[in-house]
T-cell receptor
Framework: DSGVTQTPKHLITATGQRVTLRCSPR?????VYWYQQSLDQGLQFLIQ???????AKGNILERFSAQQFPDLHSELNLSSLELGDSALYFC???????????????FGPGTRLLVL | QKEVEQDPGPLSVPEGAIVSLNCTYS??????FMWYRQYSRKGPELLMY????GNKEDGRFTAQVDKSSKYISLFIRDSQPSDSATYLC?????????????FGQGTRLTINP
């Protein structure tokens, strides 16, 4: 168990809908990262938050947004969902902001999203 | 061309065999190199972590980094059925004030009893 929790575990929704995925980082970790994992694209970095502020952006679509709250939990909002958004969404956390590079990230169990 | 290339396999070997998993990369800025193991329906877990070129050993696992060739490897000795999983290489560097982490596609490994 990595100490990172994600809810829900599974989510089934329809195209055009909006969903919110939730992540609680390990105790003491200030950074939260969001990833998307699909069969054809592999694991793709979406966005990082550090202590409530956006730190880095990867391949995140404009339909997607995230935030980190004062208690450090984070939410990933996916809107106007398309069939191609079906994937595993992982949250990871780390202690610092990653400026030194190579900081270990601990992954949660993921949320499996199916868009019908 | 992807920044990190990894043969997706699948790779199937008998129990006790030595397994070699590899990744190549194109961005010379990468300094930190990791291997993650991901069991089916689970999140990735950090297996090995190395900085710059060289070898690192941890039990039955050895990670090698050759920055001159932009090539990293993970060796598993005396492989066990419990090693059956997808192995993802990952590499990172500081980029625009933050950590940039890029994963390989993952290699699905099966160890047959």
């Amino acid at each position: 168990d990595s100490g990172v929790t994600q809810t829900p575990k599974h989510l089934i929704t329809a195209t055009g809908q909006r969903v919110t995925l939730r992540c609680s980082p390990r105790s003491g970790d200030l950074s939260v990262y969001w990833y998307q994992q699909s069969l054809d694209q592999g694991l793709q970095f979406l966005i990082q938050y550090y202590n409530g502020e956006e730190r880095a952006k990867g391949n995140i679509l404009e339909r997607f947004s995230a935030q980190q709250f004062p208690d450090l939990h984070s939410e990933l909002n996916l809107s106007s969902l398309e069939l191609g958004d079906s994937a595993l969404y992982f949250c990871a956390s780390s202690v610092g902001h990653g400026l030194a590079g190579g900081e270990t990230q601990y992954f949660g169990p993921g949320t499996r999203l199916l868009v019908l | 061309q992807k920044e990190v290339e990894q043969d997706p396999g699948p790779l199937s070997v008998p129990e006790g065999a030595i397994v070699s998993l590899n990744c190549t990369y194109s961005n010379s800025a990468f300094q930190y190199f990791m291997w993650y193991r991901q069991y089916s329906r689970k999140g990735p877990e950090l297996l090995m972590y190395t900085y710059s070129s060289g070898n690192k050993e941890d039990g039955r696992f050895t990670a090698q980094v050759d920055k001159s060739s932009k090539y990293i490897s993970l060796f598993i000795r005396d492989s066990q059925p419990s090693d059956s999983a997808t192995y993802l290489c990952a590499m990172s560097a500081s980029f625009q004030g933050a950590q940039k982490l890029v994963f390989g596609q993952g290699t699905r490994l099966t160890i047959n009893p």
